[in-house]
């Protein structure tokens, strides 16, 4: 990796170096492998040929109303047309066409409470309710094209509203529930949203936690798009009402017909936006449409998890919030008549054991996680898990960040009985599916490594100039060519998604990550080569936290660094130049207000694990901030190579600065 491109340091040499000696290997057990989805010959009969394979999933996980004639229109590059003239509905899609084939009775979601409060729906059930969900935001003016915002926690509404918009055309955008006020405001903006959907609030940790206050401080200012905000009643705590704009859920949707016909759409018709950190300061508004993106969730969700949809419990532990909440809770298991679990709160609420004790009362037989939570986990003890009865479960996930060889390890000997085959699966917010994944069954897995690409998929690494590297060697990870569940672009500003994804290298997709193949030609992902950090799984870019440190008045500059740490993956470290008076302030107030600002205009996830006050930043002679210097001192190392700052004092003036 050059210097230019970023954070690689040597901490991730160390990292990888370890992750060479890796070469454990589980093969898939001679019974798994009998019954698998996931067949011998799958690879060689996609790469024959790729858009005829995915026309083939498309007709088989999806009902369309019109059959579409061509499967990949790139005419136009890198805007990808799949399936294109082909119309369905993905709500039908996900619900009704279940309840018409003999299967309303099954359960669609089992939803638990954090307080423990439990609902479950059965698919018969959830159509009627995404059906008055959609009656519902008709009679409030929303129709096709319309962008929704939706601002909710885990609960069952929020999978409601998502599909009651698709239902009806509508573009939802779904903002975490964890972003501030003001980080939902310049969702609405860019979006111009013209419905909000939300909750008086939530539960965290035994507590009420609100969201309609953040709703309304985005909202407080005129010349915004909104005209209606529908509220779930969650957590009863009061909130203001904005009288005209504001209706209650089980008034608004509670009185509306259950009557509803889908109409189907275009396969290129925007389904949702998500907004994700990128390298600048503003977070982009990733497009994605629906055929495609249908087609390549469900695919994966069977081949990848091996799902049997009449007997599996799936859950993933994703937010709504995210896309892997998005592919994965909202749309994959419903489109494919899966029964999922649905749970709002955090793992140590009211005990550490609360994941596992859910596996065991609903018999969850494939769960999909995030590494942070494995490592969490894993230092909570495994006597925790051990009190539970885990043996339902046939197939683990991983998501979100490269998991580490070790929380590898313990997953599959304490959560999966030295049996269950865990799928390392590497994605995107932009890719909207799985993209590399062993698939079990078939593959025999490695601790550490996604390996192979989903069939169908084009996945390579190379080298400065775009050449493949050969195997035993490292690159940047890129896609040579579309896939159906590709980002569409972003949202008002097509230029950008060419620069940001297609510029690097010449035809092909630059993802941002760094990855190396073994040399049995495997791919172990590395992380992100650019400013992008990874904070429990969750996005977050260096730039996006910059501004808003130095929006505040006391921030003369501010350089972010994403530092190595044990559980999170990384943790965000700040280093500031205060202002005139502010360097007279006590150190502890100041970082602490900075802190808190940070989670004001972005959300608690980015406030700063670390900040330290220093007189310079190092910089190269064009002004660009040196990070990987910066990292070093946030890891605890001897700062590297300096030769290329424009004052090479400043490394001696910031280490004395923080001794002092
Ligand atoms: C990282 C989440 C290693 C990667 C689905 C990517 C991973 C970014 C893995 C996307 C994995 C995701 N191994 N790294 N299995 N999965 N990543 O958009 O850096 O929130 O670029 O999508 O997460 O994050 P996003």
Sequence with gaps: MTEANGNQSAATHDALENLLQENRQFPPSP????????????????????????????????????????????????????????????????????????????????????????????????????????????????????????????????VITMLACARIGAVHSVVFGGF??????????????????????????????????????ALAEDGHTVSS?????????????????????????????????????????????????????????????????LTQCAYTHRAVFDLKPETDVFWCTADIGWVTGHSYVTYAPLINGATQLMYEGTPDSPHQGRWWELVQKYKVSILYTAPTAIRTMMKWGEDIPARYDLSSLRVLGSVGEPINPEAWMWYRRVIGGDKAPIVDTWWQTETGAHMIAPLPGITATKPGSAQV???????????????????????????????????????????????????????????????????????WLLGRVDDVMNVSGHRLSTTEIESALVSHPAVAEAAVVGAADETTGEAVVAFVILRGSAAEQPQEEITAELREHVGKEIGPIAKPRRILIVPELPKTRSGKIMRRLLKDIAEGREAGDATTLADNTVMTQIANSLKG
Excluded: C
């Design 180 to 217: 501030s006020a003001e980080a939902l405001r310049s969702r609405i903006e860019d979006a111009e949203a013209k419905l909000v959907v939300t909750a008086d609030g939530t539960f965290r940790r035994g507590k009420p936690s609100a969201l309609k206050p953040a709703v309304d401080a």
């Design 229 to 293: 905000v529908v509220v779930v009643r969650r957590n009863n705590e009061p909130v203001d009402w904005t009288a005209g704009r504001d209706k209650w859920w089980d008034e608004t949707v509670g009185s509306a017909s259950a009557e509803h016909t889908a109409v189907a759409h275009d396969a290129e018709h925007p389904l949702f936006i998500l907004y994700t950190s990128g390298t600048t300061g503003k977070p982009k508004g990733i497009l994605h449409t629906t055929g495609g993106y």
């Design 453 to 523: 690409p989903v069939p169908g998929i084009a996945v390579d690494i190379v080298d400065e100039t775009g050449a493949p590297v050969p195997n035993g060697h490292g690159g940047y990870l890129v896609i040579r060519e579309p896939w159906p569940a590709m980002l569409r672009g972003i949202w008002g500003d097509p230029q950008r998604f060419k620069d940001t994804y297609w510029s690097r290298f010449e035809g092909m997709y630059f993802a941002g990550d760094g990855a190396k193949k073994d040399d049995d030609g495997d791919i």
């Design 31 to 158: 019974e798994f492998a009998a019954a698998a989805v996931a067949r011998p010959g799958i690879y060689e009969e996609a790469a024959a040929d790729r858009p005829a394979f995915w026309a083939k999933q498309a007709r088989e996980l999806l009902s369309w109303e019109r059959d579409f004639e061509t499967a990949l229109d790139w005419s136009d590059p890198p805007f990808a047309k799949w399936f294109s003239g082909g119309t369905l509905n993905a709500a039908y899609n996900a619900l009704d066409r279940h309840v018409e084939n003999g299967l309303g009775d099954r359960v669609a979601i089992h939803f638990e409470g954090e307080p423990g409060d439990t609902r479950s729906y059965t698919y018969a059930q959830l159509t009627e309710e995404v059906k008055k969900a959609a009656n519902a935001f008709e009679s409030l003016g929303v129709s096709k094209g319309d962008r929704v915002a939706v601002y909710l926690p885990m609960i069952p509404e929020a």
